[in-house]
């Protein structure tokens, strides 16, 4: 009779023998189970956060990029009503909110792109569904359905 690690060691050899891609395969699976919490692409934990359970509560009513906006909106409220003051801070706050309001333009762009797309695809593929979609469309739209454009 053999002792287990010798049937061990002529499983493996038998394994490495004939499938010898398993040898690249990890020897051991493990992962930690939820180390650090995701909220889309941020990761909010004890490490970056004093309280991650309340930022978790504000991220899924505003995100970064929502509060962000806000204040980001507000300074350039604020630096508008001082004209005349040539601050660089107040130009870098008023050059990147004029960046970020064309950011957005050309993402709106670009979703409407593709919202053409999509519908030239259903109107291809299934002439009802286009139809419906387009009713719908032209009720949030009136002035644009009433003229035909």
């Known amino acids: 009779m053999t002792d287990a690690s010798s049937t061990r060691e002529a499983a493996d050899l038998w394994a490495r023998l004939w499938f010898p891609w398993a ?16 909220f889309g692409n941020v990761v909010v934990n004890e490490g970056n956060s004093s309280a991650p ?34 601050n660089p801070a107040f130009q870098d706050i008023a050059a990147l909110r004029d960046k970020v309001e064309r950011l957005k333009r050309e993402a709106a762009t670009t979703r409407i792109d593709q919202l053409r797309r999509d519908l030239e695809l259903l109107k291809a593929s ?9 009713e719908a469309l032209r009720a949030l739209l009136p002035e644009a ?3 035909g454009t």
Request: negative net charge; glycine residues 10%.
């Open 23 to 38: 040898s690249f395969a990890p020897q051991e699976l493990s992962q930690p189970i939820n180390p650090g919490w995701t």
């Open 53 to 86: 359970e309340t930022e978790l509560a504000i991220l899924a009513e505003e995100s970064y990029g929502r509060q962000i906006g806000k204040l980001l909106e507000a300074v350039y409220k604020l630096i508008k009503e001082k004209p005349g003051d040539n």
């Open 126 to 134: 299934d002439k009802g569904a286009f139809e419906k979609k387009v």
């Open 145 to 147: 359905g009433a003229s």
